[in-house]
């Protein structure tokens, strides 16, 4: 168990009750602000650490870390020096922060300029994304959709419990937090019409996803296993796939999504490190039948993340879903050792999105797909307004905590509100 995992660790820097950066977390970002070109950050309780400021200052002296290593619009090249040398450098984060170190709270000068109110920075993309794939690997939202789009009674396709089913996304168009989505337009097939039409998407929805971020260049050919496959994972964000379910139904075979797909996704802007997660894991579900030997993995890869949706602002914000990323059917080590096994190369930054994480009843559904039931029981929102798919001018936000011996880890807000169609 890392150090700065423990769970009796206080910082001196204020960290309010309900905090999602507690001192055991320590999530890396880029912000900038009014003074600031865009650099690296790390979150604890209200206030953003500059480590740009905390490098210059010596603070990191004795780590080995190449000059400028911070002062970057993207954390790729932090990244890129592996999960040891970042487990490394988030030790000494924590030290630094320590109620009992005064190294850097005992220098006033210095620790007013290394932390920054939240409200005056502007969260970044935290990484360049060169390439996105989207797995489909909770076994309650393909059950779901396979149930309402096919046969109740072979709604998983026979090829899903033998493999991570996924497919390669946009890396372009995915977005940070708070940005703005356009309401996507293309193809749709009314079901009483003969032909297809051109129109705005009619059945906009969410995917509550999460998605894990790699930290490692491998050679086309090569492959990773389960074993060594979190090796080369650095952390993981909140992730909002937007589905246009309209466009998606009626383009999506043979190939699968395109432009239901492709128009935005929204990540949260906080890189939370896998090693901070490593107290809340747990036993995924029992997989039946026995995979193949590649797939096969040992210990526990499943991680107890409380997962919740909420639709609207103000009087109209409501909770629509309470989910949690344990329920996921193929974990991170084996998506990631499918995704290598015909010698796929990866490349830092590289985003895998697990799929939509539905649970077992309604309450934990994670797309309006589902909660709706592709429409036909509308939801009432605290304002008295209904539901079936999402209106232009509402916000979506997905949060997540990890909760254990009193320590609270969070992934901040993934948020996007909708704009009409351009």
């Known amino acids: 168990m890392s150090k700065a995992n423990n769970p009796k660790l206080k910082s001196w820097v204020e960290v309010p009750a309900g905090s999602d950066f507690p001192i055991q977390n320590l999530p890396f970002g880029i912000f900038k602000t009014r003074y600031l070109t865009a650099v690296a950050g790390v979150a604890i309780g209200n206030y953003v650490l500059d480590l740009v400021y905390l ?125 703005s989505i356009y309401r996507p337009k293309g193809q749709i097939k009314p079901p009483d019409a003969v032909s297809p039409v051109f129109s705005p998407c009619m ?28 090796n080369n994972i650095f952390g993981m964000v909140l992730f909002n796939d937007w589905s246009a379910r309209d466009i998606q139904t009626w383009e999506y075979v043979p190939l699968g999504p395109f432009l239901a797909k492709n128009f935005a996704s929204t990540i949260s802007p906080w890189i939370v490190t896998m090693d901070a997660l490593e107290p809340f894991r747990v036993e995924g579900p029992k997989q039946y039948p026995e995979v193949l030997p590649y797939l096969a993995y040992k210990g526990k890869k499943n991680f107890d993340i409380t ?55 309604k309450g934990s559904y994670g797309s309006m797909l589902e909660i709706t039931w592709n429409g036909k029981n509308p939801i009432k929102l605290n304002d008295g307004t209904e539901r079936k798919f999402i209106n232009d001018g509402d916000t979506v936000t997905l949060r997540g905590v990890a909760k254990k011996d009193g320590v609270r880890i969070g992934f901040g807000d993934c948020s996007g509100k909708i704009l009409p169609a351009k």
């Not at 939240?118 to 059950?143: G, L, R």
């Not at 995917?207 to 090569?222: D, H, P, R, V």
């Not at 909770?319 to 096994?341: E, G």
Request: proline share 4%; charged share 25%; glycine share 8%.
């Open 203 to 230: 059945k906009l929805d969410f995917e509550l996803e999460m998605a894990f971020i790699t930290c490692a260049n491998t050679e086309l050919g090569s492959s990773i296993t389960t074993e060594e496959a979190e």
């Open 55 to 179: 490098y210059e200052k010596g603070f990191f002296d004795g780590l080995g870390l190449p000059p400028g290593i911070f002062n970057q619009e993207y954390l790729n090249s932090f990244i890129e020096l592996g999960r040891k040398k970042c487990s490394e450098v988030r030790e000494r984060i924590s030290e630094l922060l320590q109620i009992d170190n005064d190294e850097l709270q005992g220098n006033i000068a210095a620790r007013e300029l290394a932390l920054i109110p939240m409200e005056e920075v502007e969260m970044k993309m935290p990484i360049k994304i060169p390439n996105y794939t989207d797995f489909y690997s909770s076994e309650e939202h393909a059950t779901n959709v396979g149930t309402m789009f096919r046969d109740p009674e072979n709604a998983l396709l026979p090829n899903w419990k033998h493999l991570p089913v996924g497919y390669h996304g946009r890396a372009s168009s995915i977005v940070i937090s708070g940005t």
């Open 307 to 361: 997962l919740e949706v909420t639709l609207g602002e103000g009087k109209a914000k409501t909770v629509i879903s309470r989910s949690n990323f344990k329920y996921m059917y193929w974990n991170m080590c084996q998506q990631l050792a499918h995704h290598t096994v015909n010698g796929c190369n990866i490349q830092v930054g590289d985003l895998y999105a697990s799929g939509t994480i539905s649970g077992p009843d």
